[in-house]
């Protein structure tokens, strides 16, 4: 069982959902990239997804993407980020997922970067633009090395399109709950359920819903149908706001808690 199954499978036990924060790599520093972490780890989240900068990202919103190009300004590499990563592999550090663009991966070569992603510390890796009819190489590489290659949904996805998704998905699938870019909302679709709902009876794999989501009160809304929920937006705006490392930390791992506390009052799916 890999370790996301496994942070998945621990909350399901315990009656309750999982949180997953998503923090930008390197905005504005690694130093305060590898604060927070550790301030998330002391929040006790369940997993944490750790966006790596590309200049030309897909569907995340204003607020992601001005990090990613903070970052990038400032010099950021894939190679920085990876060797932040090593040097936390001893600090306890709950699953963490590399929310790479393919393109980068590729670049890197796909090998040498699951060998590197899983060597540095890396449990999954969840690509946006690589589609699940395009991914077997992918996904078969990043098994070799133990880890799990996420895929998404996003609503408009049609019923056989959704169902080719979820069989090449592993560890869980990234239920995307809004047509469109990343960023906070104040309500979450009414159809979200229903698509949930469905999606349940088409794979024991938990379902964790992001994009919109940046509220304690959001969560109580896909009792039942989710079995987790990422929150991002929400998270990097605290950190942009900080004055230093300390307070990014800080303020992170304060909303952390709360949301922490909101899942644990929340039962996950059925999965059967």
Sequence with gaps: MSRISEAFDNAAQAGRMTFMPFITAGDPSTDTTAAVLKALRDAKVDLIELGFPYSDPIADG??????????????????????MMESLKEEGLPPVLAMVSYAI?????IKSFANKAAQVGFSGLIMPDLPADEAEEMAAVAKAEGMDLVQLIAPTTTEARTQQILDASSGFVYCVSVAGTTGVRKQLPAELTDQLKSMRKSTTLPLAVGFGISSPEQVAELEGVADGIIVGSA??????????AAEAASSVQE???????AVAAVKPSTRV
């Design 255 to 261: 909303f952390a808690e709360d949301m922490c506390r």
């Design 235 to 244: 998270i990097v705006r605290r950190m942009t706001e900080a004055a230093n």
């Design 62 to 83: 204003p607020v992601i993407q001005a990090s990613y190009t903070r970052a990038l300004d400032n010099g950021l590499t894939v190679q920085q980020v990876l060797d």
């Design 105 to 109: 991966v590729f670049r890197y070569g």
